[in-house]
């Protein structure tokens, strides 16, 4: 079974309407990202938390949302979508590094979101 | 800003060259650095990490990079590539622990 799990693979929606996206890990791994891959541009952080009550904005939140229900679950909310959303979305887990820095992530399999 | 740059942004190459691929960080105190590889419709996977100690280091599938201070550099290295190294290759850097970017990353086709 895959450590780390992302719901849907695949989704198409119109403009405005409210997208979930859930990630799910089974590597008891405390600390979890959201990036959006856009062609060109690389991998962009959305949100990471350290722990379930960490929650803490990256490089491009605006129009984004996380919630973290437990420590294997983080889901992003798109609030009303729009289509400059539509992106390769990819949830990360990773575990505490050397000194509090960032360690070794490991990556779901992507949700290809569309938004018409 | 802090910001990870990759100049090259497509790679050609033929099966036993070698390759390099540049990535510079901008200054920012202390860095921890990384190379990611994805591989055509797959999720991204380390290929080799640097904290501290020696920078050259070497990493899975006969990869190494190294990391010179003087130049805020991480280029990765391989002697003889492989077609089944064709992907797309992501430098990351994480500054003084609490900041974490990815380069745009470069495609590499390695032509059989």
């Known amino acids: 079974d895959a450590d780390v799990t992302q719901t849907p693979r695949n989704r198409i929606t119109k403009t405005g309407k409210r997208i979930m996206l859930e990630c799910s890990q089974t590597?008891?791994?405390?600390?979890m990202y959201w990036y959006r891959q856009d062609p060109g541009l690389g991998l962009r952080l959305i949100y990471y938390?350290?722990?379930?009550?960490?929650?803490n904005k990256g490089e491009i939140s605006d129009g984004y949302s996380v919630s973290r229900q437990a420590q294997a679950k983080f889901s992003l909310s798109l609030e009303s979508a729009i289509p400059n959303q539509t992106a390769l979305y990819f949830c990360?887990?990773?575990?505490?590094?050397?000194?509090?820095?960032?360690?070794?992530?490991?990556f779901g399999p992507g949700t290809r979101l569309t938004v018409l | 800003a802090q910001s990870v740059s990759q100049h090259n942004h497509h790679v050609i190459l033929s099966e036993a060259a070698s390759l390099e691929l540049g990535c510079n960080y901008s200054?920012?105190?202390?860095?921890?650095l990384f190379w990611y590889v994805q591989y055509p419709g797959q999720h991204l996977q380390l290929l080799l990490k640097?904290?501290?100690?020696?920078?050259l280091v070497k990493g899975i599938k006969g990869f190494e990079a190294e990391f010179i201070k003087s130049k805020f550099s991480f280029n990765l290295r391989k002697p003889s590539v492989q077609w089944s190294d064709t992907a797309e290759y992501f430098c990351?850097?994480?500054?003084?622990?609490?900041?974490?970017?990815f380069g745009s990353g470069t495609k590499l086709n390695v032509k059989p």
């Open positions: 990360a887990t990773s575990d505490f590094g050397l000194a509090g820095g960032w360690n070794e992530q490991f």
């Open positions: 590597k008891g791994h405390d600390r």
């Open positions: 938390s350290f722990d379930v009550k960490d929650i």
């Open positions: 200054y920012g105190g202390t860095v921890n």
């Open positions: 640097y904290f501290s100690g020696d920078p």
């Open positions: 990351a850097v994480s500054y003084n622990f609490n900041k974490f970017y």
